[in-house]
């Protein structure tokens, strides 16, 4: 159980356009989800908090314009890099928790590939 | 304020040899603390985590840790290596409140000399 999906797993896009990542928690709904970039090498680095039905939460330096971020239902959040850039290259994670209880678990994705020429 | 330090972006073990990769952190309130592990172009898989309970927590694939308050350590350690453990290892904090904001360490990149 417990199980997060992500798609695409990989995207290759054109400098300006324009990508729409998909997170969604197969078997579980999802109260809260979180979006992460990791850079090649690199440490996951948190981007933003999403709450079903509310605004994200993003973290000092994301830019909320740039990373859209939609949170419409219990079972799926989207994460829209615009305008991509090739500094925006990287590997997006998501993860999904159930409760914000104390010991509640994050279930991540297996993550996004995205490659900006 | 939480962070964790990993001691160590590389480490080399022979395989069946004892592997072992800290993590040290810091936290103003009573901290969980977590051990992933990610294998190349995956997400992470939770190996384990510290919840203020039993200080001595087993995890998956044989791995364990220790949470040592008075060093504020959570190392990771496993009896004998195997070469499907190569990948990289992230120590994590998540404070025990109600926000859920989980801290990532670097991350140690584990080899397992045949």
């Known amino acids: 159980g417990a199980v997060v999906s992500q798609h695409p797993s990989r995207v290759i896009c054109k400098s300006g356009t324009s990508v729409k990542i998909e997170c969604r928690s197969l078997?579980?709904?999802?109260?809260?989800m979180f979006w992460y970039r990791q850079f090649p090498k690199q440490s996951l680095m948190l981007m933003a908090t999403s709450n079903e039905g509310s605004k994200a939460t993003y973290e000092q330096g994301v830019e909320k314009d740039k990373f859209l971020i939609n949170h419409a239902s219990l079972t799926l959040s989207t994460l829209t890099v615009t305008s991509a850039h090739p500094e925006d290259s990287s590997f997006y994670i998501c993860s999904a928790s159930y409760t914000l209880g104390p010991h509640n678990e994050q279930f991540f994705g297996p993550g996004t590939r995205l490659t900006v020429l | 304020a939480q962070s964790v330090t990993q001691l160590g972006s590389h480490v080399s073990v022979s395989e069946g040899a004892l592997v072992l990769l800290r993590c040290n952190y810091s936290?103003?309130?009573?901290?969980?603390l977590f051990w992933y592990v990610q294998y190349p172009n995956q997400g992470l898989q939770l190996l384990l985590k510290y919840t203020s309970a039993a200080t001595l927590v087993k995890g998956i694939n044989g791995f364990e840790a220790e949470f040592k308050k008075s060093e504020t350590s959570f190392h990771l350690t496993k009896p004998s290596a195997h070469m499907s453990d190569a990948a990289e290892y992230f120590c994590a904090v998540r404070s025990s409140g109600g926000y859920q904001k989980v801290t990532f360490g670097t991350g140690t990149k584990l080899q397992v000399i045949p």
């Open positions: 936290s103003s309130v009573p901290p969980y």
């Open positions: 078997d579980f709904q999802a109260t809260t």
